[in-house]
């Protein structure tokens, strides 16, 4: 099983970028398909971003299309959150996981801590 743990949530003012990483251990990572999800105060966990196993295909949510960017690398074991133009809205726990490839994308594999990441006006 792959454990994963999620850096580089900060405050940032709104129009400022951040960029989120997503360790993970174990040999297979380069299996998974891996997604960001974010929950913010009061609301459900959402997927924000899909990357396939091998990098070349991806999801966003309509909300974030444009401004976040998702990318992976394999030999280190690691995936990336690219966040730019931030909004107020996007103030979250930013978490990730192994996902699904068929279908809507879901989470198939345990949470880890999250990384807070606020944005203020």
């Known amino acids: 099983q792959v454990q994963l743990v999620e850096s580089g949530g900060a405050l940032v003012q709104a129009g400022g970028s951040l960029k989120l990483s997503c360790a993970a251990s174990?040999?297979?990572?380069?299996?998974?398909?891996m997604g960001w999800f974010r929950q913010a105060p009061g609301k459900e966990r959402e997927i924000i971003a899909r990357?396939?196993?091998?990098?070349?295909?991806?999801y966003y949510l309509d909300s974030v299309k444009g401004r976040f960017t998702i990318s992976r690398d394999n030999a280190k074991n690691t995936m990336y959150l690219q966040m730019n133009s931030l909004k107020t809205e996007d103030t979250a726990v930013y978490y990730c996981?192994?996902?699904?490839?068929?279908?809507?994308?879901?989470?198939?594999?345990?949470w880890g801590q999250g990384t807070q990441v606020t944005v203020s006006s």
């Open positions: 174990g040999r297979t990572f380069s299996t998974y398909a």
């Open positions: 990357i396939r196993s091998s990098g070349g295909s991806t």
């Open positions: 996981n192994v996902v699904s490839v068929v279908g809507a994308p879901r989470a198939l594999g345990s």
